[in-house]
């Protein structure tokens, strides 16, 4: 496999940032809101968004990463990058 095949690493510096700026913010917020005894209205609501953040963050790279194994595994003719195997398992394995 050629190196012009493969797909340009993708830069999240930005995105990454944002994430780590927001749940920071979010933070603070639980924080402060523990602090001047409002927990009750900011504290669930910020933990929420910090949980929305971060899984959507990771979503996107989960995609991103499957999206670039199977652009590998097409390139190499295999249709996906994870290889069929019908015979039986090497020995010494699945017991």
């Known amino acids: 496999m050629t190196a012009e095949k493969v ?10 940032r944002m994430v ?6 979010a933070w603070g ?3 402060a809101s523990i602090y001047f005894a409002q927990a009750a209205y900011v504290a669930a609501s910020a933990i929420a ?9 990771m979503g996107v790279g989960h995609l991103d990463l499957k999206r670039l194994l199977m ?3 097409s390139a190499q003719g295999q249709g996906g ?12 394995e699945g017991e």
């Not at 797909?7 to 990454?16: D, G, H, I, N, Q």
């Open 81 to 92: 990058y994870f290889p069929t195997y019908s015979g039986p398992p090497p020995e010494g």
């Open 71 to 73: 652009t590998l595994g």
């Open 49 to 57: 968004l910090i949980a929305v953040l971060g899984g959507a963050y």
């Open 29 to 31: 917020a639980v924080f």
């Open 20 to 25: 780590i700026a927001n749940c920071a913010l």
């Open 7 to 16: 797909p340009p690493k993708s830069s999240r510096r930005f995105s990454k």
